[in-house]
């Protein structure tokens, strides 16, 4: 990859909850059917584990569960401990020392079973620690109040990992409950779809008003891409599905969240992160 900087890699759990119609759940693991061929695969937490190890990462996810919202507390409840056993057998699994193994917290919307998780996965003393099966679809309110209900529950002195979450609103909700790392698809999934993150808001550069604008996307960003290329000619590479117009759009959506990050740990430091998040909600329009 050419890639000399750390590197995370998840086990296919949240592939497991996507491909929800395509895998049966058990005690061993989960298998599958491919969408691609049809043809058969098992995931059990050893594979996921050699799998992993193989890979290189330098962070590694344990083999997970994660719970559709919304979900019966009793198939929570099961999915939930089933996590931890699989956490169990990653952990006697996982042989190379400079990867770091992180246990993923589970429990849906219950308070209880993710406290429950919490205390269960920190008595494997793991490096590191991630909530998952939060932003899965439910109502803003919800994913707050499970966040800030769990992430006072792990260890303070670990990494603590928030799954899944990308949009600036999120990353600043995020950083105030305390998370250290976030990841998400977000950056490079809208600009598939011809979309930019800008200090003025998400900007559909395949939109006709755009077939004729000569600026940068963002005149407030320093990437590759507002350096050097128009608004005009990017939509013209994305309705003509060239592939470049999505990486270059990629590079800038990336860097726009690396900045929003810079801030964010400025902010920290300074001790002014709540400030730093009303003034960012006022300019991008988000409710608090």
Not at 10 to 30: H, N, P, Y
Not at 36 to 58: Q, R, Y
Not at 130 to 135: E, F, K, L, P
Not at 136 to 163: D, I
Request: charged share 25%; hydrophobic share 35%.
């Amino acid at each position: 990859m050419r890639w000399d900087r750390p590197i995370l890699t998840d086990s296919g759990g949240f592939q497991v909850f996507s491909l929800s119609s395509l895998r049966k759940i058990t005690e061993e693991g989960v298998e599958f059917h491919s969408h691609l061929d049809g043809s058969k695969h098992i995931f059990t937490p050893e594979s996921v584990m050699k799998t992993e190890e193989d890979l290189g990462a330098d962070i590694i996810m344990a083999f997970d569960e994660c719970c559709p919202y919304p979900s019966t507390y009793e198939y929570t409840k099961n999915s939930m401990e089933r996590t931890t056993r699989w956490a169990k057998r990653c952990k006697e699994a996982h042989t190379t020392e400079n990867q770091a193994l992180f246990g993923i917290i589970q429990g849906g919307f219950f308070e209880d079973l993710r406290a429950q998780s919490a205390k269960d996965l920190i008595e494997l003393d793991l490096p590191g620690y991630a909530i998952g099966g939060i932003s899965v679809g439910e109502p803003k309110e919800e994913f707050l109040k499970m966040l800030r209900y769990t992430a006072p529950l792990m260890p303070e002195n670990k990494p603590r990992y928030l799954m899944g979450v990308g949009t600036p609103d999120y990353l600043i909700e995020a950083a105030l409950a305390g998370i250290d790392m976030c990841d998400c698809v977000l950056p490079t999934r809208i600009a598939r779809n011809g979309t930019a993150l800008t200090s003025h808001g998400k900007v559909v550069v395949r939109n006709a008003t755009y077939e004729r604008d000569w600026g940068c996307l963002d005149p407030e960003c320093d990437c590759y891409t507002c350096k050097n290329y128009t608004r005009a000619y990017i939509r013209h590479l994305i309705k003509a599905n060239e592939i470049l117009g999505v990486r270059l759009l990629s590079i800038h959506n990336l860097r726009f969240l690396t900045r929003l990050m810079e801030n964010i740990r400025k902010s920290i430091e300074n001790d002014c992160l709540g400030d730093f998040k009303e003034q960012f909600y006022k300019k991008y329009g988000y409710e608090n």
